[in-house]
C-alpha cells in the first residue's frame, strides 16, 4: 500500500462517525489489503479504523452482515460507523469498529496438535451457523472459466518458481477446472465470509474464538469455495487441516454435504490467481499453490 490519508482527514471522519476526533492513530502494519489504525481517544475505548480507496465501497454491507452473524452466534465485531464519499482528489471508504481482543490463531502460537485441530473444527462449525443465513447481500462469489492469459501468466510463475514441469500440471489444473464447470450440477450458495481463514480468526487467552475479523468480501458463495481458500492459503499448519474445518461444518450442517469436486475447482481457480499476481507471493505460497493443483489436477 503506497498512499496514506492525511490524518486531518481521518480526524475529520472518525469525529463525524463517533462524535470525537482521536487523539492517537496508531498504524496496524497487518491490515491487508486496507489502510488500517487502532485509534485511541481520551473519552473511550479504542476503535479500529479502516480506509479503502475506489468508486465502491468495500465496507458498504460490512455494518449488515455482521450483525446478521451475531445473530447466529458467529462473533463478529459491531460497525460503529461508515462513510464512503469523495475527500480531495480521492473517493474513500471509512469503517469504525470495534476492537477484537485476542490474537488471531495464525499468531497464537499454538503447538497442541490436538488444540489446533478443535480450534479449526470450531470454526468450522461458526462457517455452518453463518450459513444459516440467507445469502441476500454482499458480494456475489461464483466460480469463473479461467481466461488463456490468466493460465499463462500462472504457469510462468509456476515454472520459475518449482521447474520445468510445474506449467504442464497448471494446465491440466485449468482444464479440470473446465471440466467441473462444465459436467457438475452447481453447489447451493449460502452466506459466507468470503476470506475464512486464521488470520481472521481471533482467541482469547483461553484459545476460544471470540472474534472474526474483515468482512468485506462476505455474500454468497458455496461452502466449497472456503474450504478451498482455507486449503491454499491457510499457513501452515492450518492448511493441511482442511478435514477437521469441513468436520465442524457438518457437524452443525449434516443437511448440506460437501461436494470435494468443487472444493477442488475452486481451489485450482484461487491457486490459478495467486501465481498470476502483478506482484508474486512468496515462494512458499507459490509452492503450496502448485502442490494444491496438483492433488486436484492429477
Same mark, same amino acid.
Given at each position: ?29 497487518? /491490515? ?11 473519552? =473511550? +475505548? $479504542? %476503535?479500529?479504523? &479502516? @480506509?479503502? #480507496? ?32 469523495t475527500l ?42 453463518? /450459513? ?11 466460480? =469463473? +472459466? $479461467? %481466461?488463456?492469459? &490468466? @493460465?499463462? #501468466? ?35 450458495s449460502m ?56 468436520e465442524g ?50
Amino acid at each position: 500500500m503506497n498512499r496514506l490519508t492525511s490524518p486531518v482527514i481521518i480526524d475529520s471522519v472518525v469525529q463525524e462517525i463517533c462524535g470525537a476526533p482521536p487523539v492517537h492513530l496508531e498504524p496496524i502494519l497487518s /491490515g491487508g489489503l486496507h489502510e488500517t489504525y487502532l485509534a485511541h481517544f481520551s473519552s =473511550h +475505548r $479504542p %476503535l479500529i479504523v &479502516r @480506509i479503502a #480507496r475506489g468508486e465502491h465501497s468495500p465496507f458498504a454491507h460490512e455494518a449488515g452482515i455482521t450483525s446478521l452473524a451475531r445473530g447466529v452466534g458467529v462473533p463478529a465485531p459491531r460497525v460503529v460507523g461508515h462513510l464512503h464519499e469523495t475527500l480531495g482528489e480521492e473517493t474513500l471508504s471509512f469503517s469504525v469498529l470495534e476492537v477484537v481482543l485476542g490474537h488471531s490463531i495464525q499468531e497464537a502460537r499454538l503447538v497442541d496438535p490436538a488444540e489446533l485441530i478443535a480450534l479449526v473444527r470450531e470454526s468450522g462449525e461458526l462457517l455452518a451457523r453463518l /450459513g444459516s443465513i440467507s445469502p441476500a447481500v454482499g458480494i456475489r462469489h461464483e466460480l =469463473h +472459466r $479461467p %481466461l488463456p492469459e &490468466r @493460465i499463462g #501468466r500462472a504457469a510462468k510463475a509456476a515454472r520459475r518458481a518449482i521447474g520445468p514441469t510445474a506449467d504442464s500440471l497448471v494446465e491440466r489444473g485449468a482444464e479440470v477446472l473446465t471440466e467441473t464447470l462444465d459436467t457438475a450440477s452447481r453447489p447451493v450458495s449460502m452466506l459466507t465470509h468470503g476470506d475464512w481463514l486464521p488470520k481472521h480468526l481471533f482467541v482469547d487467552d483461553h484459545h476460544a474464538i471470540v472474534g472474526v475479523i474483515d468482512w468485506e468480501f462476505a455474500g454468497p458463495a458455496p461452502i466449497e469455495r472456503e474450504l478451498a481458500r482455507w486449503e491454499v492459503a491457510a499457513r501452515a499448519p492450518f492448511h493441511d487441516l482442511g478435514s477437521a474445518l469441513e468436520e465442524g461444518y457438518l457437524r452443525t450442517a449434516p443437511a448440506h454435504p460437501i461436494d470435494e469436486r468443487w472444493v477442488g475447482a475452486f481451489a485450482i481457480e484461487f491457486a490459478l490467481e495467486i501465481l498470476g499476481w502483478q506482484n508474486p507471493a512468496s515462494i512458499g505460497l507459490q509452492h503450496r499453490c502448485v502442490e494444491v493443483i496438483r492433488r486436484y489436477a492429477l
